[in-house]
Every structure is written in structure tokens, then in C-alpha cells.
């Protein structure tokens, strides 16, 4: 295996005293281990570095390109899970056509390679990661709420869509390319469908701002709906049509904490007559 690193999580406490600091070490997937002072750490460590790393996590390889808001729904989500992994990174347009021959059965970005077995999707791709290293969770262990957030993630990627869609109708109108000529008829991105998702836009930006005053985005710890939902919010932040209706929204600043500043910036394109009226819908 190329890379044998094993992300091990520890926690101490300190004390004022004799045998001043004790804790757990744990790799995500086996039982924690407890220790309690200085010599008890270190065997803490050997015992379950051994078995984690000769237990031989598969290698993971994330195929990917810059710049795409489900790709950083994946690496958000690996980063957070500390998954160690080789990016393979793929040309924007040609990789339509390179994904099949690599073995993909969809040729869609994000996919995931871990071992043998091929993945896409980001919903998908949350889940094998849940599945490969079950700790922190991207999903609640208790039903009903496992419910909510994988309500907010689908209506998620459905804003994630969206948001693609209408970057690629505003590019091809400011700075096309072949490349985005050939996206944009490949993602649907028609009149009818720009006219359609900035119509829609506002009602799912105020159910984002809802879902963050229940807690079900936004917590302390963060799930699979906050690592599909910030990207995409985050690109359309840099709409420049948009500004008025992302102004001032919890939305845009979860967004920016979670998936951090996109600067791109996406010139206005859109007929004003399709944009909605400024403030809350
Ligand atoms: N919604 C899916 C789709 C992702 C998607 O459409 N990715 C784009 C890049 S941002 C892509 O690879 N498009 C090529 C295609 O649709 O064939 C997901 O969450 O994974």
C-alpha cells in the first residue's frame, strides 16, 4: 500500500496531581483505548496503531477537478473524516469521456476509488465514507434526526444542480468557451431551466436559513447536509446577480465557515425580469 498513515484521535484530560493526565486513543473504527499517565499513553498508541495500520485501510484515490462544488462536497467530507488519499485530478469536459474508460460506470465528478470498489455521487460517496471510517459521523445515529439532515442533504444536491446549471447559463453568456458551450448543454442548463432555478431560488435559501435555526445544519458537529449544502451556496455567493437575494443570510456565512471564501466571481447575465425582488420571500 503506498500510503500506511493512520489518523488516530486522542483525548486528555490534565490534572493537577501525581499521575497528572489520562484519556482515550481511538482510530475511528475500533474500540477507544484508555491510559492514564505517561507510559500508559505510549502503549495506548502502540495498541492501536499496530492493529490500524496492518488492518490495512484501502487505498482511496478521489477523482476530481478544481473549481466544481460536488468535488468540494467530497474533499469536505474526507477531510473531516481525516481519510488519507491520492487526488487524481482529471481534465474539466474531457473527464465525461475519461471516466468510463477508467472504469466508472456514471461519468460524473466526484468519484471515488476505495480498493476495488468505485463510487459516485456525493450521497454515495457520504455513506462509503461512513461505512470506511465511521467516526466523526456525516450521518446522526438517531433515527429521526438521520431522517432530517438526509432530507437537507437530498434537497442539498438538488440546490448543488441548481447552482451548476446557472453558473453554466451565465458563463456561456459572459465567457464561453467550447468547454462550457458543451457543459452547458450537458448539464441542461436551457433558458426554461436557468428561469426555473432562479425562481425557485429563494424558497431553498430560506429553508437553508430555517434548517440552520433547528440545528439540523450549522452544529457542533457537522454532517453530510453541511458538507453538500456550503459549496453550492458558497458559488452562488459569487453570483453577481445574486447579491441582493444571499445578502446578510446565515446561509451565506455557514457557507463560508464550512467550505471557506470562493472567489470566483460570475459577471451578471441574467434577464432582470427572471431574477427575484430583493429581501425575504
Ligand atoms: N449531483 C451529482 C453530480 C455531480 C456532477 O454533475 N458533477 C459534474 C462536475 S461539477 C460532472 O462531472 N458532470 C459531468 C456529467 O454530468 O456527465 C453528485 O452529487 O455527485
Partial sequence: MADARVALRVDVALELGADPIRGTVCDGTGPAREFAGWLE??????????????????PVQLYMFAGSNAVQTAVLMLAHKG????????ERGAHVARMP????SQTTVP?????E?????TRTIARALDDLR???????TDPARRVLVEDAERRGEELQNAARRLFYWAIMRTRPTPTRRYAAEHHGATDAAARRDLAELPAR??????????GI????????????IAPSVARLACFEDLAPLVAGRPAVAHARQVAGENEAHVPAAFPREWLAPAGPS
Fill in 217 to 228: 445544519l450549522g452544529g457542533e458537529a457537522l454532517n453530510a447536509a453541511d458538507f453538500q
Fill in 41 to 58: 499513553l505510549m502503549s495506548a498508541f502502540d495498541g492501536v496503531r499496530a492493529p490500524a495500520a496492518v488492518g490495512a485501510a484501502p
Fill in 101 to 104: 474508460e477508467l472504469g466508472f
Fill in 117 to 121: 470498489r468505485r463510487i459516485q455521487g
Fill in 83 to 90: 481519510i488519507a488519499h491520492e487526488e487524481v485530478h482529471l
Fill in 134 to 140: 465511521p467516526e466523526p459521523r456525516l450521518f446522526p
Fill in 111 to 115: 468519484a471515488l476509488r476505495i480498493g
Fill in 205 to 214: 435559501l430560506d429553508e437553508i436559513d430555517a434548517w440552520l435555526d433547528d
